[in-house]
């Protein structure tokens, strides 16, 4: 995990999201940020599997920046709960 990009806080966030969203729309969220850095509209519940896919299979450098991008979709999805805000950054 590459300490620059994911803190250990956030990545203990996203393992404990619901891995329950589609596969496919999982794998949508995970190409665009790969190929762009961009997230698409996504469900929150969908935006909360990719990040702990990311964090699971120990693959945030691969997002490298965008694992911020991700976050921050989360915070200011309409449909996110307290719940299921990542931490805030100190830094």
């Not at 940020?33 to 990040?51: I, Q």
């Not at 896919?53 to 989360?74: K, M």
């Amino acid at each position: 995990m590459n300490d620059a990009v994911a803190t250990q806080v956030e990545v203990e966030w996203a393992l404990t999201g619901d891995t329950g969203a589609p596969a496919d729309l999982v794998d949508e969220v995970l190409t665009t940020l790969r190929d762009t850095g961009r997230v698409p509209e996504a469900g929150v519940d969908v935006l909360r599997a990719a990040a702990f896919r990311l964090a699971a299979e120990d693959r945030v450098d691969e997002i490298g920046q965008a694992w911020l991008e991700l976050l921050d979709a989360v915070r200011a999805h309409p449909d996110a709960a307290l719940t299921d805000l990542p931490p805030a950054r100190t830094d």
